[in-house]
C-alpha cells in the first residue's frame, strides 16, 4: 500500500535559524508531491510541487525551497526563518494519472520563536 | 470571485442528523472533485473522489457534483461523534496538478 511520512510532527525554532522538513512516499513510483502551509482561517496554501527528480514549481515568492534528490523524497528548508513561517505544514502525493486525488501526511507543526 | 467558496461555519449538529457541506466554485473547467476531511492537528484524509456531474455513495456519505450550477455537495448521513472534524473541497481539472481547496467547513456532532 501507498504511505507517506513526514516529520518531525513539532518543530519550535528561533528566528534567524534554518529549517528542513523531510517527506517520503512509499508503494508507488515517480509520484508527484507537493508541500502546502495551513495557516488557521486562510484554508491550504500550496507551495511547491513537483512531477520528477529535480523538478521543482514554486507557487508563491517566499522565503523557503524545496529540493527532490531522490524519487520519493522531498525536502522543504529555509536559510533563515522568519515569524511569518510559522504554520502547519503538510506534505502530500498523487499518482501520475490524469485528476489523481492527492494524499497527505499528518504534517508538520512549525512555531517561530 | 475566489474559485472555489466554502462556508466555513461552524456547524453544529445533534449526533444521528443529516449534514449537508456545499461548496461552489467558478471555473467551469473543473472535472475532478474531491472531499477531504481533517481531524485536528492531522492531515487531511481523502474521503470521496468524483469525476464529472452526478452522485456518488460510499456507506453513510454521499457525494452530489451539479456542474451546470457549479455546486458540490456532501451529505453525512446518521452523523456521529467521530465525524466532528473540518471537511475540505477541493476540485480539479485533471491535466492540470494542482487542487483548488476551500477553506473548509468546521463541524460538530454532539452526543
Known amino acids: 500500500s501507498q504511505t507517506i511520512h513526514q516529520w518531525p510532527a513539532t518543530l519550535v525554532q528561533p528566528v534567524g535559524s534554518p529549517l528542513s522538513l523531510e517527506c517520503t512516499v512509499e508503494?508507488?513510483?515517480?509520484?508527484?508531491l507537493y508541500w502546502y502551509r495551513q495557516a488557521a482561517g486562510r484554508g491550504l496554501q500550496l507551495l511547491f510541487y513537483?512531477?520528477?527528480?529535480?523538478?521543482i514549481s514554486s507557487e508563491v515568492p517566499q522565503n523557503l525551497s524545496a529540493s527532490r534528490p531522490q524519487d520519493r523524497q522531498f525536502i522543504l528548508s529555509s536559510k533563515k526563518l522568519l515569524l511569518s513561517d510559522s504554520g502547519f505544514y503538510l506534505c502530500?502525493?498523487?499518482?501520475?494519472?490524469?485528476?489523481?486525488?492527492?494524499?497527505f501526511g499528518d504534517g508538520t507543526r512549525l512555531s517561530i520563536l | 470571485q475566489k474559485e472555489v467558496e466554502q462556508d466555513p461555519g461552524p456547524l453544529s449538529v445533534p449526533e444521528g442528523a443529516i449534514v449537508s457541506l456545499n461548496c461552489t466554485y467558478s471555473?467551469?473547467?473543473?472535472?475532478?472533485f474531491m472531499w477531504y476531511r481533517q481531524y485536528s492537528r492531522k492531515g487531511p484524509e481523502l474521503l470521496m473522489y468524483?469525476?464529472?456531474?452526478g452522485n456518488k455513495e460510499d456507506g453513510r456519505f454521499t457525494a452530489q457534483v451539479d456542474k451546470s450550477s457549479k455546486y458540490i455537495s456532501l451529505f453525512i448521513r446518521d452523523s456521529q461523534p467521530s465525524d466532528s472534524a473540518t471537511y475540505l473541497c477541493?476540485?480539479?481539472?485533471?491535466?492540470?496538478?494542482?487542487?483548488?481547496f476551500g477553506k473548509g467547513t468546521k463541524l460538530t456532532v454532539n452526543p
Open positions: 468524483t469525476y464529472s456531474s
Open positions: 513537483s512531477v520528477g527528480i529535480g523538478q
Open positions: 502530500a502525493f498523487s499518482g501520475g494519472g490524469r485528476g489523481q486525488p492527492q494524499h
Open positions: 508503494g508507488t513510483s515517480n509520484p508527484n
Open positions: 471555473n467551469s473547467a473543473f472535472q475532478y
Open positions: 477541493a476540485p480539479s481539472q485533471g491535466g492540470s496538478e494542482k487542487l483548488v
